[in-house]
């Protein structure tokens, strides 16, 4: 499975984005899908966690409220709605698939995108 992730860039603070990522394969191959995200000089993190159906999310602490992840099926993607952006969230992030172990630790996942980079301005 392939996953692309786009739609970063660079925002004020207090602005938006919508993340994507696309998979190759249909949802039956790539489960459960995360978000994680990494500054410069910080390990990878967890952001956001969907299931295989959409029904059940988690987030990290720091972006419940402000973040909203989603995913359509049909279309082989998932979302990241980020809403008031801060600049403590700058990082690449990530998209993730077919969840192996715990959902909000990076080794948990068997595929990976390539990143897609939000930068915060204050």
């Known amino acids: 499975v392939q996953l692309q992730a786009s739609g970063g860039g660079l925002v004020q603070a207090g602005g938006s984005l919508r993340l994507s990522c696309g998979a190759s394969?249909?949802?039956?191959?790539?489960?459960?899908m995360a978000w994680f995200r990494q500054a410069p000089g910080k390990e990878r993190e967890f952001v956001a966690f969907?299931?295989?159906?959409?029904?059940?999310?988690y987030y990290a602490d720091s972006v419940k409220g402000r973040f909203t992840i989603s995913r359509e099926p049909n279309k082989n993607t998932a979302y990241l709605q980020m809403n008031n952006l801060k600049p403590e969230d700058t990082a690449v992030y990530h998209c993730?698939?077919?969840?192996?172990?715990?959902?909000?630790?990076?080794?948990?996942?068997?595929?990976w995108g390539a990143g897609t980079l939000v930068t915060v301005s204050s």
């Open positions: 394969r249909p949802s039956s191959s790539t489960g459960d």
């Open positions: 969907v299931n295989l159906g959409g029904g059940t999310t």
């Open positions: 993730a698939a077919r969840r192996i172990g715990s959902s909000n630790d990076p080794r948990g996942y068997r595929y």
